[in-house]
């Protein structure tokens, strides 16, 4: 899918650098984007560059408020919030990504495979998905994670086969709608396979809300995340991710309020961004939206 | 159509024609025949959704046995002091000891008549009951935020559509930015913090008086105001632009009603089919809120059973939200083919 989206700006560049000159026009994605791309570097580089360790704990001083040796306080431990903060960012922006990623592979090539050879085949694939929407599978997820879990690959799994189902439905549709154009049956009267066509004539074609989706599915899957860290499920110690620091913090309100501020605001933060952007890389890339 | 007396045996290939000549012209006068050919089919589509749902929940009773049985620990393993022989004894008393597929057997036997077994980890009480005493505490959660979330989503979508583009459409998309962007488990803590502990207007925890509502239902529902009010203001905004609501305004029927009376029904379509996802992400949000609030509901219970390998409340909870999202998806899904008949229904 990549090379052929870079080989597009290459050549003819109309599409894609229209829509990014359309997304320049919208202060609150283009907000967005800076924020992420300013939390992701902290995350990055941040930790190494402090002179605190995440682990690193302070049982004298305890929890203190902000400071300057101390930008954002320290936990009840004495270890330094913002350096905590950074590592949890790696975690919760990692877990992020990787599960979309999970759920786009399994959601685009189900969708793909349901839209272009219909009839029978489609509509077994997509009872299963109206079957699976209409099935509890948060409980599901959290008995996953209590009975096997703590452990970081089976919640890219289990977070990634919950939300990939409306991304296949997204694809399917668009499918079936591309399928039936000319280029496709130019396409097919040159002989090419099936495989040859879904993957390198209509996937790039409908490239546009297969983005805009992922950056909407990220967030959804972060809170997914940070839920099961909430309820003590997710992310396990010593590892931290954004989930369990609003958690820690929330029992430590009362006397540290600053524990929940942060976490709270950093995480809240990132979800604005990435919704602020899906929402204008949607108006940009002209995605029929159930917006308006 | 049939004139004169009809033979009994021909009524069903009149109404299958009924039926068929309803759905493909929409030229029907008559409205009690019309009514019965719609009947026919939706009866057909009820029945085969039902099916469907008992073969999915036979399903995921068969999926969760299995998988919380070959897991690791036992209900009895966290206990101390438990000497080989009580621990044969308490198996031997729950039926632990028999092959796995005769305890599904069992199980399935007893489900049958409605019994979901003794909880494992309380005492002499069995799952039923724990169910019928926490369950109440759940559904006035649960209704009390839909009803928040309702309230709130239609009014800001309706307004938001109304006067497009003025304070109230921006303040409507902020709201909805927030409620996706904030998390309830970021604005509970948030909110008990300042209204409870610091301004001292809530008790910080607690199912007691009306009071202890406000708190728990206003960050449950929050959530899900906002994906209302947009599907409101989307929806409504297509159906102010059809011909029936400039002829309805120039009937000379007030705003007010044109748009209660004719714009929301066919503009609260999208809303419906949303009911069953929303009340879906409200019963895994309980888990959470009933954590934060201390509210002593199924939620909590359910997470504290599945920590505990309390197999059979974990079944019995886990029961009990499938056929609570299933019978609510097939509602919505009858709902819906009524409010527009233009749905199709397939089977």
Same mark, same amino acid.
């Given at each position: 899918m990549l090379p052929a989206a870079a080989e597009k700006i290459e050549q003819g560049n109309s599409l894609w650098l229209d829509a990014w000159l359309r997304l320049r026009k919208n202060h609150l994605a283009v907000f967005g984007l800076g924020a992420l791309i300013a939390i992701g570097l902290a995350c990055l580089v941040g930790p190494w560059l402090s002179?605190?360790?995440?682990?690193?704990?302070?049982l004298e001083l305890g929890a203190a408020g902000?400071? &300057?040796?101390h930008w954002l306080g320290t936990d009840t431990l004495g270890r330094d919030l913002l350096v905590r903060l950074l590592t949890g960012g790696r975690v919760s922006l990692g877990v992020g990504l990787a599960a979309t990623f999970v759920a786009l592979t399994i959601g685009v090539v189900f969708g793909a495979v349901a839209g272009f050879f219909g009839g029978k085949l489609d509509i077994i694939m997509m009872r299963t998905v109206d079957i699976m929407y209409s099935l509890p599978f948060m409980v599901f997820v959290i008995l996953l994670m209590v009975f096997f879990g703590r452990n970081i690959i089976l919640l890219f799994v289990a977070i990634g086969a919950v939300e990939w189902l409306t991304m296949a439905r997204i694809v399917r549709s668009q499918v079936m709608a591309t399928k039936r154009m000319e280029f496709i049956e130019a396409a097919r009267s040159l002989g090419f396979g099936r495989r040859r066509i879904i993957f390198r004539h209509i996937l790039p074609n409908i490239l546009g809300p297969i983005i805009v989706y992922t950056t909407l599915t990220i967030p959804g899957v972060m809170l997914l995340e940070a839920f099961l860290s909430f309820l003590g499920l997710g992310v396990q110690p010593p590892m931290s991710s954004w989930g369990v620091l609003i958690k820690d913090g929330a029992e430590k309100m009362?006397?540290?309020?600053w524990l929940l501020i942060f976490p709270g605001a950093m995480f809240s933060l990132t979800l604005f961004s990435l919704n602020f952007l899906g929402d204008g890389l949607r108006d940009a890339l002209d995605v029929r939206s159930s917006k308006d | 159509m049939a004139r004169g007396p009809v033979r009994a045996s021909a009524i069903p290939t009149i109404l299958t024609t009924l039926c068929r000549s309803a759905s493909v012209n929409?030229?029907?006068?008559?409205p009690s025949l019309l009514r019965l050919a719609t009947f026919i089919p939706m009866l057909r589509f009820i029945t085969s959704r039902l099916l469907q749902s008992l073969l999915a929940l036979f399903l995921v009773i068969t999926a969760t046995f299995f998988m919380i049985r070959f897991v690791?620990?036992?209900?009895?393993?966290?206990?101390?002091?438990?000497t080989p022989e009580i621990l044969r004894n308490l198996e031997a008393h729950y039926g632990l000891d028999k092959p796995l597929w005769r305890q599904y057997l069992d199980y399935l036997g007893r489900l049958g008549h409605g019994d979901l077994g003794p909880s494992f980890k309380y005492p002499n009480r069995t799952v039923n009951e724990i169910i019928a005493d926490k369950v109440p505490v759940s559904a006035e959660l649960g209704l009390l935020s839909l009803g928040v979330a309702l309230i709130i989503g239609i009014t800001l979508g309706t307004f938001a559509a109304i006067r497009r583009n003025s304070w109230i459409d921006y303040l409507a998309s902020t709201v909805g930015m927030t409620g996706i962007s904030i998390p309830s488990f970021v604005v509970g803590p948030l909110l008990v913090l300042g209204l409870?502990?610091?301004?001292?207007?809530?008790?910080?925890?607690?199912?007691?008086?009306?009071?202890? &509502?406000v708190l728990p239902c206003l960050v449950l529902g929050f959530a899900y105001a906002a994906p209302i009010s947009r599907l409101t203001r989307g929806g409504l905004l297509e159906v102010l632009n059809q011909d029936f609501i400039r002829t309805a305004r120039a009937k000379g029927a007030s705003e007010f009603r044109v748009i209660t009376r004719h714009a929301l029904r066919g503009g609260l379509l999208p809303v419906v089919s949303f009911l069953g996802p929303a009340v879906a992400g409200i019963l895994t949000g309980s888990f959470v809120i009933e954590t934060i609030f201390q509210i002593p509901g199924i939620g909590r219970e359910f997470v504290n059973s599945a920590t505990n390998r309390d197999y059979t409340l974990v079944l019995g909870t886990v029961i009990l939200y499938a056929v609570l999202i299933m019978a609510l998806n097939l509602v919505v899904d009858i709902l819906q083919a009524w409010l527009n008949p233009k749905v199709r229904l397939e089977t």
């Open positions: 002179t605190h360790g995440y682990e690193e704990q302070n902000p400071s &300057r040796a009362e006397e540290y309020s | 929409q030229k029907f006068h008559s690791p620990g036992g209900p009895f393993t966290a206990e101390k002091a438990v409870a502990i610091h301004a001292g207007w809530f008790n910080a925890s607690g199912w007691y008086g009306p009071a202890d &509502r």
